[in-house]
């Protein structure tokens, strides 16, 4: 191991840990957007929309981003419709990660018992309020370990990006492999930069994962 | 649109073969992933600590580092590291059974784990042997909990091996831009044609063993 090279494609590697960043947690929130509107579509089998919900999740849940990426960065220009590699690699993801996430949200409030909303109304709440202060916070807590490994499934799925020419982390390792063969340095920044980025939200997720089932179960 | 490609020559035929490839890929590592997975799965729930600690951290590794980091660690470190040069197809079947066999071993630890321990008690109480236990009480319950999540292993297998393109085997993406690039001059448009045609046939090999393992689980709900 050459530490020379190491300083050396530290910055370059940098930018892709930015960029790769940027782009992963700009998809997870369009992922979490689309993942509770649809799943109150689902749960409150609103019609027509309710079809169209269950579709998307289906595609989208049996099919890979890699192939997802492609069609939306190759196959969708040739009908008209370009959009640039960085938000074709936030709208794969979020409309990846948007069928897993509804799929954790829908479970969230399918386990929310019906007294619950019951007795909200016998409160006098109205139907924002019941929403807003019963169902939500409480649907919300039950989806936590959901959401979590979505996340980390979502930061892990963004190694695709590189097939679409995006600068992110698998695309400068393997440009600077191709290169200068200096593999076993560019490899141990990959691997080191992955678990930077992972490794945290790792962390993280248990801990907020604990605190949620002590707000819910007091244990 | 660029479907007309996909009726010229052998083209669909080539099409389904690149997806027979990343199936044939797949259902290999699968088959490993579960035997090992069971195997380690039980050493999971051993008492030794250093075995814990060991298989631990095999977990986190295999949780944190993207499929596709792994196929890039085998197939150009171990080339570097090692001197052997494996094929990209074997480089392939090892990552994905390393990465399924922890997967497979979670699976089968949480389903273990997850037996109360009344169940036990309950057998010893009704004067059951160590054997009938596991034969009519555990081991039915383990099984019926562990066969859905086993099936969509399958189909996570099957998506995941849509990145063997990226180290060069010819799978159906590849064979995709293959068509593309031939014929670039005669339709222009062939990538929405082939890319959407790539999606449907991933969509139509997972979405039935998805409805099958939503199926049983649905039927095995306690």
Redesign the interface.
Known sequence: MDFGVIKEYLPLYEKAFLLTIKIGWIGILLSLVLGILVAFILFYRIPVLKLIAGAYI??F????L???L??LY??????GLSISAEWCGALGLGLLGGSYMAEGFRSGLEAIPVSQTESAYSLGMSKGQMFRKVILPQAFSLSIPAIVANV?FLL?????F??ISLMDL?FT??DL?GLYYN??EC?FL??LF??LM??PV?IAGSVVEKKARYRMFGV | ??FEVLFKGNNFIRLLGGLGLSLKISLLSVIISIVLGILVGLLMTAKNSYVKLLLRTYL?IV???????LL??VY??V???MGVHLSAEVSAVIVFSFWGTAEMADLVRGALTGIPAIQYESSRALGLTMVQTYRYVILPQIVRRMIPLSINLI?RMI??T??V??IGIVEV?KV?QQI?EANRKAS?????G???T??LL??LA??PI?CLARYLEKKWEN
């Not at chain 1, 849940?61 to 890979?64: A, E, F, I, S, V």
């Open positions: 289906e595609l849940r049996n099919t890979p890699l192939v997802q492609f069609f190759f196959g969708l220009p040739k009908i980390i892990k799925e963004t190694s695709v590189s097939a698998m390792a393997k492999i593999t076993t490899l990959l691997v992955y678990i992972l490794l790792s | 649109m660029g986190e949780r944190i580092m993207p499929q596709m980091v890039f660690l150009f470190g080339a570097r590291a189909t998506k995941t849509s990145l393109m990226m993406l995709g593309i222009p448009n062939a990538a929405f082939v890319f959407a790539v999606l991933y969509f997972c979405w998805s």
